[in-house]
């Protein structure tokens, strides 16, 4: 069964590494007949998270922005994947801004059902470094973002999982990645390769 798949591409700079995965993985996924759509955070207004709590309540951000308009695409899809270097040992500025603006779709107090519909979510990630150890941050930061997804706060049946990573390791230019072909190739497969489980909401649907 086609699924919807939410590509969201952090990284802001030109010929970006994970970009360049995001597009492997969008080649991967639409040749398996999902319905794909890749977004980036390049050139769009976002506002930082105020705090305000407003959402909790009402489930809509004070702001109407380029985040609340990928909030509304994340709350409708199946899929997410993200694709985000690794800055400072962690996520970059813009991707942890657009997590926090995520707020919407978990309002924790009114222990609604489900808040959303995805259950895979899927991580393409780049640092210069060759080791693990900052990537693993990012991972564990993706990981921790499910987590309030997964049945822990809000009611949730069935667990939103990180179903795959990939690391590019040791690439700092722009490009750089495209010297690795093996990772290339593995976005790809990672696309293809989307599951084709029914969810929830696809199973009530066709009750
Ligand atoms: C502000 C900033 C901080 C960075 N911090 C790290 C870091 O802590 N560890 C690391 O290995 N690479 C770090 N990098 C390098 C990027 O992770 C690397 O260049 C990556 O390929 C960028 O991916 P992109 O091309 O998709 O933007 C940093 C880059 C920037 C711009």
């Known amino acids: 069964m086609s699924k919807k798949v939410l590509v969201i591409s952090t990284s802001l700079r030109n010929n ?6 995001a597009d492997e993985f969008v080649k991967g996924a639409t040749s398996s007949g999902h319905e794909v759509e890749k977004i980036s955070l390049r050139n769009k207004e976002i506002n930082f998270c105020l705090g305000c709590d407003v959402c909790q309540n009402t489930q809509k951000c004070v702001f109407q922005d380029g985040a609340s308009e990928i909030v509304r695409k994340i709350h409708d899809t199946d899929v997410i994947v993200f694709a ?6 962690g996520v970059s500025g813009q991707m942890q801004t657009l997590l926090d603006r995520t707020y919407p779709l978990f309002p924790w107090k009114l ?3 489900q808040t959303h519909r995805f259950r895979d979510v899927y991580l393409l990630t780049a640092s210069s470094s060759q080791s693990n150890e900052f990537i693993d941050l990012v991972i564990k930061k993706v990981e921790d973002w499910i987590r309030h997804f997964s049945g822990v706060w809000v009611k949730c049946p069935e667990s939103a999982k990180l179903a795959g990573v990939i690391c590019g390791l040791g690439v700092h230019e722009a490009g750089e990645i495209r010297n690795q072909p093996d990772k ?3 976005a790809y497969k990672m696309g293809e390769a989307v599951s084709v489980t029914k969810n929830r909401i696809d199973a009530s649907q066709s009750k």
Not at 16 to 21: A, E, G, K, Q
Not at 84 to 89: K, L, N, R
């Open 16 to 21: 970006s590494n994970t970009d360049i995965l």
């Open 84 to 89: 985000a270097p690794v800055y400072f040992g």
């Open 111 to 113: 222990k609604l059902e």
């Open 184 to 186: 290339i190739k593995e």
